[in-house]
């Protein structure tokens, strides 16, 4: 029986082929890349969560846990269920691309990030062969290749940005996920929402960034 992720994501591709577009080669790329490993990784996940051979459970929904990267998560939460957490985050970032699909002239970055995403979990769980290397970042046409924050590098100024701390949707507050850097992820958890450009550039000058109750 396939499993529904795969299911998912064919879906996923077949959608993104049959209206094309130039802005969205970059998420085809991925995604063509990660299919013939995802059913490899997924059952890595699986087998890797705290309880072994549990099943993982999947409705499409979005799942539990924080939405930071595994080793983060790690660190901040004190659980050791990488598996489980990083199965959940394939389990949401494939429901913001089915999402997002229905929207692509507005979400076409999304899609993009969200398609990177998946490689990114794909390509870290799949089996290895002897000398198998992982594909180079200069390789990657996606948007995202230098890791500076998705959200603040325009505001900032020349030499002042900020690399990405955390790719997620920071706790749920994110329609879909981005990677931030530091100060814009702890903002979100603060506040509820990404800082504005005067909020971003108050902060670039040093300045403190009043928030109102």
């Known amino acids: 029986m396939t499993?529904?992720?795969?299911?998912?994501?064919?879906?996923?591709?077949?959608?993104?082929?049959?209206?094309?577009?130039?802005e969205l080669a970059p998420a085809v790329k991925d995604l063509d890349d990660a299919a013939p490993n995802l059913p490899a990784a997924v059952e890595r996940l699986i087998l890797g969560q705290r309880d072994g051979m549990a099943a993982a459970s999947?409705?499409?929904?979005?799942?539990?846990?924080?939405?930071?990267?595994?080793?983060?998560?790690?660190?901040?939460?004190?659980?050791?269920?990488?598996?489980?957490?990083?199965?959940?985050?394939?389990?949401?970032?494939?429901?913001?691309?089915?999402?997002?699909?229905?929207?692509?002239?507005?979400?076409?970055?999304?899609?993009?990030?969200?398609?990177?995403?998946?490689?990114?979990?794909?390509?870290?769980?799949?089996?290895?062969?002897?000398?198998d290397k992982q594909r180079k970042v200069s390789e990657q046409p996606t948007p995202d290749t230098d890791p500076l924050c998705q959200h603040c590098t325009p505001h900032r100024a020349k030499g002042c940005?900020?690399?990405?701390?955390?790719?997620?949707?920071?706790?749920?507050?994110?329609?879909?996920?981005?990677?931030?850097?530091h100060w814009c992820y702890r903002f979100v958890l603060r506040v509820g929402r990404l800082p504005t450009k005067s909020e971003v550039q108050r902060n670039d000058n040093g300045q403190k960034v009043m928030i109102k109750a």
Do not use: F, K, M
């Open 161 to 181: 940005t900020e690399r990405v701390h955390r790719t997620g949707d920071a706790g749920g507050n994110l329609d879909s996920p981005l990677g931030l850097c």
């Open 58 to 131: 999947y409705d499409g929904g979005r799942g539990g846990g924080s939405s930071g990267s595994v080793p983060e998560r790690l660190t901040e939460s004190g659980t050791r269920d990488a598996a489980s957490e990083t199965l959940a985050e394939l389990d949401r970032t494939l429901r913001y691309l089915t999402e997002n699909l229905r929207r692509p002239t507005i979400a076409r970055q999304r899609i993009c990030t969200n398609a990177r995403t998946v490689w990114r979990i794909v390509e870290a769980w799949r089996p290895r062969e002897a000398g």
């Open 3 to 22: 499993d529904p992720r795969t299911a998912r994501l064919d879906t996923i591709r077949r959608a993104l082929t049959t209206n094309p577009h130039p």
